[in-house]
């Protein structure tokens, strides 16, 4: 029997706030519903606040205790995250090679993008973190010089 949408949007929920955080291809398979519905769902349930969204996976929104749980063993070993400005140009060609050596080590990289906005580095940053990225590889998206302390070098 299929879930009406209220309905599966309230298990969506019950898992991740059960989780922390899950991807949506193994929430979509568990509801037994395609990723297209449930990317939907997610869409939905992020633009209320009740998720966050991050590429490939969705996330309690303000879950400060994600550090003390444990995080989740992945089917495909340890989960990298990985922030860049596109995926345009030589970054194809670099996320590609991440992709490849990550999966060489039976990991999954999972990516953030900045549209090369400064603070946005940050922002992905929390995110994969918070989604059980357990290392992180930075291309930072900076114009103007090196930061420091926040000013520019």
Do not use: C
Not at 24 to 30: Q, S
Not at 40 to 48: K, S
């Amino acid at each position: 029997m299929r879930l009406h949408v209220d309905q599966r949007h309230e298990r969506v929920l019950a898992l991740v706030r059960e989780r922390g955080s899950l991807r949506v291809a193994d929430l979509a398979n568990e509801l037994g519903v395609s990723a297209v519905t449930l990317r939907r769902d997610v869409e939905t349930l992020a633009a209320q606040g009740r998720v966050q969204r991050l590429h490939g996976a969705v996330v309690w929104p303000g879950d400060t205790a994600a550090e003390e749980r444990p995080r989740p063993v992945s089917a495909e070993g340890t989960v990298i995250g990985m922030i860049v400005p596109t995926t345009n140009y030589i970054f194809a060609d670099i996320v590609r090679g991440a992709r490849e050596a990550v999966g060489a080590q039976g990991g999954r990289l999972v990516l953030g993008m900045t549209g090369y906005v400064d603070s946005e580095d940050a922002v992905q940053a929390e995110h994969l973190v918070a989604g059980g990225a357990e290392g992180l590889l930075v291309a930072p998206s900076w114009f103007g010089g090196v930061p420091v302390d926040g000013q520019e070098k």
